[in-house]
């Protein structure tokens, strides 16, 4: 909740100060009214460090309560509700703060007579070009809650694909993670104790022990420096990124990579699929479809031959050539769309080839890591034999020497 500062006026023209709660500055200006106040003024309150923390970093606006909003407002508009009520019930119901001071925007954009469409495209960062789209495909046909109840369905299996995907790397990520931390405080703390106990015995040192020796003294003196070299690493390839034909070589790597690159493929076969089935499902043309489609794709590849084949097919070629000349689309996926296309039916035909690339992902995933668990215990016991070897190797030489 969010407070306000207000100064009114009651009945008999008493002028009062004081402090509201409420979700927007809709909802305070109404309360005051249900008391029998007149509004002069009403000011957002400076909030603590407290509230900021909050609303700033506990209350931001993911997919859940996107889809949550989604599903909520289908169900009220085909019960019945007009769409103001819908939003003034979801706004109060809601206990994310930035989500609730969202739809309250959009409620007030939507009764100073702008459409919902309209409404949600000055929130880009909440509702994609997709959503946009759809919900403006259901407002020009009339059949808005079937188009949301749709989007709810397309955001809610998005929704356990990326948890799923999330489920499946929190194991590599923490082991890797946990290798690099433990490696980084034995070199730049621990090491460098135990070769100053040899170098004090004048040990007899094999050569894994001086290579550890000299690591180890140039990570605990000039430890900034790799940590300037990392960032400057990281500002260079983000500097290539934002060139187009830096995106297309970084997009090319990926896809090169043996796991990795058959899984992002499938991620983004997916992603484009589902998308381009749902539009098209909704009454968006073919040509609006892939344009729209181009917001969901993170890859530059992607971008690049959705973008190409959008270009053919409005010259008049079909949908099916068009990908087949590409050659980021493998060979189904314009077999089945040609079916498609012939068929009259190339929205389930799309959603269906969605869920197979879906599969392919999880597939993807799965051996991903399957591969990473052996190659993470190999990589440890390179470590740790290397590190016995350097450290356990002049312990013996000094009690061989006693």
């Given at each position: 909740?969010?407070?306000?500062?207000?100064?009114?006026?009651?009945?008999?023209?008493?002028?009062?100060?004081?402090?509201?709660?409420?979700?927007?500055?809709?909802?305070?200006?109404?309360?005051?009214?249900?008391?029998?106040?007149?509004?002069?003024?009403?000011?957002?309150?400076?909030?603590?460090?407290?509230?900021?923390?909050?609303?700033?970093?506990?209350?931001?606006?993911?997919?859940?309560?996107?889809?949550?909003?989604?599903?909520?407002?289908?169900?009220?508009?085909?019960?019945?509700?007009?769409?103001?009520?819908?939003?003034?019930?979801?706004?109060?119901?809601?206990?994310?703060?930035?989500?609730?001071?969202?739809?309250?925007?959009?409620?007030?954009?939507?009764?100073?007579?702008?459409?919902?469409?309209?409404?949600?495209e000055k929130n880009p960062a909440i509702f994609d070009p997709?959503?946009?789209?759809?919900?403006?495909?259901?407002?020009?046909?009339?059949?808005?809650?079937?188009?949301?109840?749709?989007?709810?369905?397309?955001?809610?299996?998005?929704?356990?694909?990326?948890?799923?995907?999330?489920?499946?790397?929190?194991?590599?990520?923490?082991?890797?993670?946990?290798m690099v931390v433990v490696g980084a405080i034995m070199m730049?703390?621990?090491?460098?104790?135990?070769?100053?106990?040899?170098?004090?015995?004048?040990?007899?040192?094999?050569?894994?022990?001086?290579?550890?020796?000299?690591?180890?003294?140039?990570?605990?003196?000039?430890?900034?420096?790799?940590?300037?070299?990392?960032?400057?690493?990281?500002?260079?390839?983000?500097?290539?990124?934002?060139?187009?034909?830096?995106?297309?070589?970084?997009?090319?790597?990926?896809?090169?990579?043996?796991?990795?690159?058959?899984?992002?493929?499938?991620?983004?076969?997916?992603?484009?699929?589902?998308?381009?089935?749902?539009?098209?499902?909704?009454?968006?043309?073919?040509?609006?479809?892939?344009?729209?489609?181009?917001?969901?794709?993170?890859?530059?590849?992607?971008?690049?031959?959705?973008?190409?084949?959008?270009?053919?097919?409005?010259?008049?070629?079909?949908?099916?050539?068009?990908?087949?000349?590409?050659?980021?689309?493998?060979?189904?996926?314009?077999?089945?769309?040609?079916?498609?296309?012939?068929?009259?039916?190339?929205?389930?035909?799309?959603?269906?080839?969605?869920?197979?690339?879906?599969?392919?992902?999880?597939?993807?995933?799965?051996?991903?890591?399957?591969?990473?668990?052996?190659?993470?215990?190999?990589?440890?016991?390179?470590?740790?034999?290397?590190?016995?070897?350097?450290?356990?190797?002049?312990?013996?030489?000094?009690?061989?020497?006693?």
């Amino acid at each position: 909740m969010l407070k306000f500062n207000y100064y009114v006026k009651d009945k008999q023209g008493n002028p009062k100060k004081g402090i509201v709660e409420a979700i927007g500055q809709t909802q305070a200006a109404q309360i005051l009214r249900e008391r029998g106040l007149i509004v002069i003024s009403l000011q957002t309150r400076t909030e603590g460090i407290i509230s900021f923390f909050k609303r700033k970093f506990l209350s931001r606006v993911g997919l859940n309560e996107v889809v949550n909003f989604t599903r909520q407002l289908s169900t009220m508009i085909n019960a019945g509700l007009v769409i103001t009520d819908a939003l003034t019930i979801l706004r109060t119901q809601t206990e994310n703060l930035n989500m609730a001071s969202i739809i309250d925007s959009i409620q007030k954009d939507i009764e100073g007579g702008s459409s919902f469409s309209k409404a949600l495209e000055k929130n880009p960062a909440i509702f994609d070009p997709v959503y946009v789209a759809l919900v403006r495909a259901g407002e020009t046909a009339g059949v808005l809650d079937k188009i949301l109840n749709r989007l709810a369905d397309n955001l809610e299996k998005r929704r356990e694909f990326v948890n799923k995907i999330k489920s499946a790397m929190v194991y590599p990520i923490i082991i890797v993670g946990g290798m690099v931390v433990v490696g980084a405080i034995m070199m730049i703390f621990v090491i460098p104790k135990l070769l100053d106990l040899y170098q004090e015995f004048e040990a007899n040192l094999p050569l894994a022990t001086i290579i550890l020796m000299s690591l180890s003294n140039f990570l605990s003196k000039f430890w900034w420096l790799v940590i300037i070299v990392i960032l400057a690493v990281v500002w260079l390839i983000k500097a290539v990124a934002k060139t187009e034909a830096g995106k297309l070589k970084i997009d090319a790597f990926f896809f090169s990579l043996p796991v990795v690159g058959r899984m992002r493929k499938a991620m983004m076969l997916t992603e484009f699929t589902r998308t381009l089935g749902l539009l098209i499902g909704s009454g968006v043309l073919v040509v609006d479809a892939l344009n729209v489609s181009l917001g969901a794709m993170t890859s530059a590849l992607y971008r690049k031959s959705i973008s190409d084949a959008s270009s053919d097919v409005e010259k008049g070629t079909a949908l099916a050539v068009s990908l087949a000349r590409t050659e980021v689309f493998p060979p189904l996926l314009p077999q089945m769309i040609s079916v498609g296309e012939e068929t009259g039916k190339l929205d389930e035909v799309l959603l269906k080839i969605a869920g197979y690339f879906e599969g392919e992902t999880e597939m993807a995933i799965s051996g991903l890591t399957t591969a990473i668990e052996p190659l993470v215990m190999i990589i440890l016991g390179l470590g740790v034999g290397f590190l016995i070897v350097a450290v356990i190797m002049p312990i013996y030489n000094l009690t061989s020497q006693f």
